[in-house]
């Protein structure tokens, strides 16, 4: 009788165990899908490095880049006015706020306006004036220059932050235009955005 109990017990034990191993391998694979989880439609938060990473694989994607305080971005309410562009357009955007970088991430944000600056031509540049650009074959490239515009979008943040948000019809209009410049860009450059 106690032999018959020690072998169940140990039957027990080892069938607790191979579920408990089943049960673990469940839960990366879950995790594992959550990390390679395609960003929602509209605008969606990255890191610097995380862009820089993306760009260097070849990705191609739209990204929003402004030098704001964070106060300023909450008054303005820039990234909501975003957003709603871009779930209007059933559209996906990343943004980054190189206000709020460490010195280091700074020293790749100069890397990375000399890259941007040999291969641009343009007077608009996404790192020192802020706004929608479009990264592919490894290049950030301002959609601004293929049409000979400029927006000065950190300024704009700036004398918006006194009386203004950019879900007001001027400022809105802004950037409803700004994507479809680069809606625009892509479509006529046969880019192929990855997500």
């Known amino acids: 009788m106690l032999r018959k109990r020690t072998v169940l017990t140990l039957i027990l034990i080892a069938v607790l165990l191979v ?92 890397s990375l306006i000399e890259e941007y600056e040999s291969h641009s031509g343009s007077s608009h540049s996404p790192f020192e004036d802020g706004g929608f650009a479009v990264v592919y074959d490894g290049q950030i490239n301002s959609a601004f220059e293929y049409v000979g515009k400029a927006w000065l979008l950190n300024t704009t943040i700036d004398e918006a932050n006194e009386d203004s948000t950019f879900l007001d019809d001027d400022l809105y209009s802004d950037v409803k235009e700004g994507i479809q410049i680069n809606v625009d860009y892509v479509k006529n450059e046969g880019i192929n955005l990855t997500y």
């Open 19 to 110: 579920l408990s191993a089943c049960g673990g391998s469940d839960s990366a694979a879950e995790d594992s899908d959550e990390e390679t989880e395609s960003p929602k439609t509209g605008l969606n938060e990255i890191t610097l490095d995380d862009m820089i990473t993306k760009k260097d694989n070849n990705e191609a994607f739209y990204v929003l880049i402004y030098d704001a305080k964070t106060e300023y971005v909450k008054n303005t309410k820039l990234l909501e006015a975003y957003d709603k562009a871009l779930k209007d357009k059933d559209m996906t955007a990343f943004h980054v706020n190189l206000n709020t970088l460490d010195d280091e991430q700074k020293q790749k944000v100069d």
